[in-house]
């Protein structure tokens, strides 16, 4: 199974970006697709999550609202958009990919594959 991230880049307070995560290997739908980012000197946090049966979605309370993860099935790629981008949520971004019954979507023990990362800068 290999997970691409793509999408990061440098964007000004109140932009937008989207991230997307291709998969091969792995039909997308069939699993819980999840997004992660990590700033310097912080641990990795859970942002958002689209789930494999019915589609539902989790997002972490600071991106409510402003972020949305949605899911091609033709393509086999996993999309957030990012929009009103804030200093904040400058990191690197990973998507990831759970096999099974997850424990927790917010997890990131609960994942089994991992993308590379792709950064985001935003500025003030």
């Known amino acids: 199974v290999q997970l691409q991230a793509s999408g990061g880049g440098l964007v000004q307070a109140g932009g937008s970006l989207r991230l997307s995560c291709a998969a091969s290997?792995?039909?997308?739908?069939?699993?819980?697709v999840g997004w992660f980012r990590q700033a310097p000197g912080k641990e990795r946090e859970f942002v958002a999550a689209i789930r494999r049966i019915g589609g539902g979605t989790d997002y972490t309370d600071s991106v409510k609202g402003r972020f949305t993860i949605h899911r091609d099935n033709a393509k086999n790629t996993v999309y957030t958009q990012m929009n009103s981008l804030k200093p904040e949520d400058t990191a690197v971004y990973y998507c990831a990919l759970g096999t099974g019954i997850l424990s927790s979507t917010r997890d990131p023990r609960a994942y089994h594959y991992w993308g590379q990362g792709t950064l985001v800068t935003v500025s003030s």
């Open positions: 290997g792995r039909t997308l739908r069939d699993h819980t």
